[in-house]
């Protein structure tokens, strides 16, 4: 199963614009992958940049990127999007 996870903090302004507009940039891109947003823990969470987007089939990151630029957003979805489809026919890495 594929999720998208947000990773963002409270006290970053990027990462609370990035969590208001999501829902819109997904829909404008057609995304239906399942997204969470988890809070930033410097013990748990091994980045460099907030906010990040991690996109993962069963539990496995295949890509992330950080930055809450929208083109760039869309972007990434899309190649999630098509790296979703390439897995659910065979493709694997």
């Given amino acids: 199963m594929s ?6 903090a409270s006290w970053c302004k ?12 997904a829909a404008e891109v ?3 992958i399942p997204v969470i947003v988890e809070e ?3 013990e748990k969470h091994h980045i460099d940049k907030l906010p ?4 993962t089939i069963d539990g ?5 990127m950080d930055g ?12 999630c999007m098509a790296y979703e489809n390439i897995e659910l026919f065979g493709f694997e890495d």
């Fill in 3 to 8: 999720r998208l996870t947000i990773i963002a």
């Fill in 14 to 25: 990027p990462c609370t614009h990035l969590k208001e507009e999501f829902p819109k940039v």
């Fill in 30 to 32: 057609e995304c239906d």
């Fill in 40 to 42: 930033y823990d410097d």
């Fill in 52 to 55: 990040t987007l991690c996109f």
């Fill in 60 to 64: 496995l990151e295949k890509c992330r």
């Fill in 68 to 79: 809450a630029n929208q083109d760039k957003v869309k972007s990434f979805l899309r190649a």
